[in-house]
């Protein structure tokens, strides 16, 4: 069988990784989220820290000719993603994968979403609170994904176009999506 | 139980029709669609043809303090969703079902789409050629639906917080489609 990749892009505190983490448990494949980070770190001998801060901040002025480190992280960040689903069946959590891997793997692409309110319950029982007001880190994070997804994609991030299958985790439960899901594949 | 209430939304030629209506078989219970209309020209008077033709047209200039025709048989049309609704479950397809029942039921809100192509090849098969061009009859019916959408209930018809699921039954087939709702409801 051509491998098949499940690629899962998520509103933040939708639990959207734990869904994916799970999905590749029941189906016996890997899933990828930090790792892709860690490539990213080693091919281009930035820190994780450095990645996960800036890889997801669009530069949209850099100088004439000149690569930006967003564009040279996005760079290798493709060849990660093109590099793991012809290794196998995977899961890859959020980094544009439904983008970078149209046309050329056997994907099902899936949005997973939940409501605001469910998404501030849940961000503050797992990375608990901080000095930055719940709201303000739930839209400041949505508008971080959807920006990188539309500068390095030219699509809209959650049109449900880019998607097969989009889920609202908060009424139908995790394990229902996640059900759902292995059940896709 | 409570009365439980699938609405599907979906986009011209997606298949939205034949999935409600194979669901609403499957659980025994209703699917309204075409009844709606019927119920509306039985409360207005208007003729089944006019409310097809011309409900979906909004007016967004009418006399002052005047209720233009479609908003009459708006209002018509939201009591009789409500009526269903509370008669028993049911699938009800279209006419912005998902927003009339927000806190008023409890509802499965599903969002039927497909790829331009897969409902350009549907829509020949199930009703044949006609003069307007196929590529024509979807973008007019879509934008249409999008504009009736947003101009009465003020949300993006499409927008995936709108909906519990959205499925691409292009991708997923209707039959695959109609087990997951089967099966979330």
């Known amino acids: 069988m051509k491998n098949r990749v499940i ?4 509103e933040f ?37 450095y990645i996960e801060n800036e890889a997801e901040k669009t530069s949209y002025f850099r100088p004439y000719g000149m690569m930006s ?5 996005w760079t290798i960040q493709i060849e990660t993603i093109l590099d793991l689903a012809k290794k196998g069946s995977c899961v890859i959590v959020g980094r544009c994968a439904d983008y970078v891997l149209k046309d050329r793997a ?7 979403h939940s409501s605001f309110e469910k998404r501030a319950e849940r961000i503050v029982k797992e990375y608990g609170e901080t000095e930055v007001p719940t709201e303000k880190r739930l839209k400041d994070k949505d508008k971080k994904r959807a920006s990188y997804y539309q500068y390095y994609t030219d699509k809209k991030w ?3 176009r880019n998607y097969h299958l ?7 439960g995790i394990e229902k999506c996640v059900e759902i899901i292995v059940d896709l594949y």
Chains 1, 2 share one sequence.
């Open 158 to 160: 959650g049109d449900y």
């Open 7 to 10: 690629t899962i892009s998520r």
């Open 166 to 172: 989009a889920l609202d985790s908060g009424e139908l």
């Open 106 to 112: 056997d994907c099902l692409n899936v949005f997973i």
């Open 13 to 49: 505190g939708s639990g959207g990784r734990t869904i994916g983490k799970l999905v590749a448990q029941k189906l016996g494949i890997p899933c990828y989220d930090y790792e892709i980070i860690s490539k990213i770190a080693e091919e281009s001998g930035f820190s994780k820290e």
């Open 69 to 73: 480190n967003q564009d040279y992280m």
